[in-house]
């Protein structure tokens, strides 16, 4: 009767404390360089950037995410910086066309901490199988090789299913500097 009593426990205990903690990263990740001025991030970067081995992404699906550009169409990302506060960032078909244009702020439309650039930071609401708070983020910067680095972050706190559920996934992309 003890032994029951312990697995109904240990069941309930596991049952009700669901939680998962993941990160990618690309093999031979060197994290993030300490970027102390924006024209540091002036060049460009391969629209594609991989994650782990397997895991691809393109750099524009962050930048432009509530844009309906075919991120796909988009070989290289250009990064320009046009005053200390402003930077332009272009992305461009295999044929060198412009297919996306956009200038970015500094205070407006990112931050920069801790030397890196975060120009997502997101709190919500989900619903449907679950209900809680989600916190999304995405940080910018360079690698120590001069690459594009990304983390892309997720966390949700709630239930689904009836379950409580506490999640956490981070996925670092690299995308080659080709200039």
């Excluded at 509530?66 to 044929?95: A, L, M, P, Q, R």
């Excluded at 919500?124 to 995405?138: H, K, L, Q, R, W």
Aim: proline share 2%; hydrophobic share 40%.
């Amino acid at each position: 009767m003890k032994k029951n009593i312990k697995i109904l426990f240990f069941g309930i205990l596991v049952f009700v404390n669901v939680g998962c903690v993941s990160k990618v990263v690309p093999i031979g990740d060197t994290g993030f360089k300490i970027v102390q001025d924006i024209k540091e991030l002036n060049g460009c970067y391969e629209n594609l950037g991989r994650s782990g081995n397997k895991w691809k992404s393109e750099l524009s699906s962050f930048l432009w995410a509530d844009t309906k550009i075919k991120h796909t169409k988009i070989k290289t990302i250009c990064v320009s910086d046009i005053d200390e506060n402003t930077i332009s960032i272009v992305g461009k078909s295999t044929k060198n066309k412009n297919i996306y244009v956009q200038k970015y702020i500094k205070g407006k439309d990112f931050r920069i901490e801790s030397g890196t650039i975060t120009v997502k930071s997101k709190v919500g609401i989900v619903n449907d199988n679950m209900a809680g708070p989600t916190y999304e983020s995405v940080v910018i910067g360079l690698d120590k090789e001069g690459n594009g680095r990304v983390i892309s972050g997720v966390s949700f706190v709630g239930i689904a299913l009836l379950i409580p559920v506490v999640m956490h996934e981070n996925r670092v992309y690299r995308f080659l500097r080709i200039k």
